[in-house]
């Protein structure tokens, strides 16, 4: 284990959920990607630094919500390009990040969950998904 501190002081779904925007903006902002690589390999420090100190042991469905939130995280990406892109389609692109963010949140709740992090204050509260069509995982 490093013997360097936590640098991120967040819950450990958070650190996953950053990790995954990271990872996004190091591809989609090339001119940026030296910053994001650096943010990665911090966040990717302090995950290492709460898995080793609790002993977490990753699942197949522990990495399938890793996925998911990754996949969410870059659909919203798409979503936030065409609000800006296309004006027209403000409102529908609104509505849909939004409804994405509540499912985003219930993964990132489930993450807690499985890895042992049961704290109520940790989780997110904002789940709702406003009848989301099209978007439901077998999890």
């Known amino acids: 284990m490093s013997d360097a501190p936590r640098r991120c002081h967040v819950s450990f779904s958070e650190l996953l959920d950053r990790l995954s925007i990271a990872q996004i903006k190091e591809v989609m902002l090339s001119e940026e ?3 994001y690589s650096e943010e990665i390999r911090r966040i990717m420090h302090d995950i290492t ?7 977490i042991k990753p699942t197949a469905h522990f990495l399938r919500l890793v996925i998911v939130l990754a996949q969410i995280n870059l659909h919203i990406w ?3 390009e065409t609000m800006m892109k296309n004006k027209s389609r403000f409102d529908e692109c609104m509505k ?16 807690l969950e499985e890895s042992g992090f049961i704290d109520a204050t940790k989780k997110r509260t904002n789940v709702n998904t406003d009848n989301i069509q099209g978007w439901h995982f077998s999890l």
């Open 33 to 35: 990607r030296s910053s």
């Open 49 to 55: 630094l709460i898995i080793e100190e609790n002993n």
């Open 78 to 80: 798409h979503i936030k």
């Open 96 to 111: 849909l990040a939004h409804q994405l963010n509540g499912i985003r949140n219930q993964v990132k709740n489930m993450l």
